[in-house]
C-alpha cells in the first residue's frame, strides 16, 4: 500500500505561480513512479508531470512552466507550475505506482482566473 498525502493548490490569477507537495507513505526508491496528473470538468484524467526512475517526463502542455522536483528524504514530491493560464484549471491528483499497482492522492483544486 501507498498513501500520498496532498498539499497547495487554490486560486490564482492568470501568470501567477503555485505550488503542490506530496508525500508519499514509502520510499520515493521504492516507487515504479510518481508524479502528478490532472482532470478537468467533463474530460479525461492526463499526464502532467512524472518520475520514472531519475528521468521527468512532462506533458507538452505544461513544458517550460511545471517544474517536477523531489526531496528523497521527505518522500516528496513538489509540482511547481509557473505561468499558470485558465486552461491549467484542474483537479490535480498526485500518482505513484508501485510493483503492479497505481495509487492516486485525493486530489486538490486548481483554479487560474483569466
Known amino acids: 500500500q501507498v498513501q500520498l498525502v496532498e498539499s497547495g493548490g487554490g486560486f490564482v490569477q492568470a501568470g501567477g505561480s503555485l505550488r503542490l507537495s506530496c508525500a508519499a507513505s514509502?520510499?520515493?526508491?521504492?516507487?515504479?513512479?510518481m508524479g502528478w496528473y490532472r482532470q478537468a470538468p467533463g474530460q479525461e484524467r492526463e499526464l502532467v508531470a512524472t518520475?520514472?526512475?531519475?528521468?521527468?517526463v512532462y506533458a507538452d502542455s505544461v513544458q517550460g512552466r511545471f517544474t517536477i522536483s523531489r526531496d528523497n528524504a521527505k518522500n516528496t514530491v513538489y509540482l511547481q507550475m509557473n505561468s499558470l493560464k485558465p486552461g491549467d484549471t484542474a483537479v490535480y491528483y498526485c500518482?505513484?505506482?508501485?510493483?503492479?499497482?497505481?495509487?492516486w492522492g485525493r486530489g486538490t483544486q486548481v483554479t487560474v482566473s483569466s
Open positions: 514509502r520510499s520515493i526508491f521504492s516507487l515504479n513512479a
Open positions: 518520475f520514472t526512475g531519475a528521468r521527468a
Open positions: 500518482h505513484a505506482g508501485w510493483l503492479d499497482y497505481d495509487y
